[in-house]
């Protein structure tokens, strides 16, 4: 009989709550080796190991706090692997998770059921691939809707940002 790594990882757990928090540690861990690399900087040298563990921390826990300025001390690819912790905090490891092993596996057993029903929250395990597949989807394309009324925004400023002082706009709207 074959065995799946993803059930022979499962069966490593007694309870859905060591495998979130082995999942997020895993992905803060995997986050600050890569911040720590001297691609992931401006300067070209590697960032400080506490600066890197607390940014991924930070970024993969969505609290948004940061000891360096993000946008002058990390380079582009510092910032996508920010971007990418972020997107796996927000979604929710165990979501990720069972959207990866659903397709491997092709199809979830019961303990891998039962820890996506915890982290999803569901009442029963048959609909945990519905609601991780609808979490994703919604996620996604809110994402896509800010992301394109974001690049509108900064793209093609208002004309009331040219307006002379005093002139109130009457759009409703707030002038950011």
Known sequence: MRLHWTAALLGRFQHPAQVIATAFGAAIMLGTLLLALPVATTSGTSARWATALFTATSAVCVTGLVVVDTAAHWSVFGEVVIAALIQVGGLGIMTLATLFTVPVAG???????????????????????????????????????????????FRWPSASSHSPVGVQRRTGLPDW
């Open 107 to 153: 199809r979830l057993g019961l303990r891998a059921r039962l820890f996506a029903q915890a982290e999803t929250k569901t009442l029963s395990t048959s609909d945990v691939r519905q609601v991780v597949r609808n979490v994703v989807v919604f996620s996604l394309a809110c994402e896509a809707v800010v992301a394109m009324v974001l690049t509108a925004r």
